[in-house]
């Protein structure tokens, strides 16, 4: 994929993270699971970018659901919160999740395209429906944003723009920018 395309070198990434996880069921029925998922420790870096929770991540089973009990991830020009929950039965999400992010550290990802990102990333979405077929609704915003592409040479800054995402259709509302000057 591309993803994991040549280009794309540890020095790119890299992290640590240590788990421990707790659970018992009386049978094998779902609904019957009790336990704790827990992100010990979770360091992640890409472009440079590092990412760290601000405490323990929590996940934890009890009554039918797992929900996020704790999540709450921070670091260089980024912030990652989760809050919710999913009935394990069938699935069925009840998710918000809110994020600013530093878009550089989409830049390795994109590498192999000859692409490389900047700017700043807010997203507030909600994400319902169930775990095969999840509708996420919410907005994204971009300021101050910047693609540099080598193949044809192209450069937009200045970018700046709202998308809104309702199920499975996005609309963008606003985008401006300035390319090549």
């Keep these: 994929s591309d993803v994991c395309s040549s280009d794309l070198t540890m020095a790119d990434l890299g992290g640590v993270v240590d788990l421990s996880l707790s659970a018992t069921a009386p049978t094998l029925a779902l609904d019957q699971l009790r336990g704790t998922l827990t992100l010990d420790r979770f360091e992640f870096q890409t472009a440079g970018l590092r990412v760290v929770q601000r405490s323990p991540t929590r996940l934890v089973?009890?009554?039918?659901?797992?929900?996020?009990a704790n999540w709450n991830w921070t670091g260089n020009g980024a912030s990652v919160t989760v809050a919710g929950q999913m009935r394990l039965v069938d699935r069925q999400l009840a998710l918000l999740a809110n994020a600013d992010a530093d878009l550089r550290v989409l830049t390795p990802f994109v590498r192999a395209t000859g692409l490389s990102t900047a700017g700043q990333l807010t997203a507030r979405l909600s994400v319902t429906g169930t775990a095969d077929e999840p509708r996420v609704n919410g907005d994204a915003v971009v300021d101050d944003g910047e693609i540099r592409m080598l193949d044809p040479r192209v450069l937009v800054t200045g970018l700046a723009g709202r998308a809104v995402l309702a199920g499975r259709t996005v609309r963008v509302d606003d985008l401006?920018?300035?390319?090549?000057?």
């Design 61 to 68: 089973a009890e009554g039918g659901f797992a929900r996020v």
């Design 176 to 181: 401006t920018g300035i390319v090549n000057g």
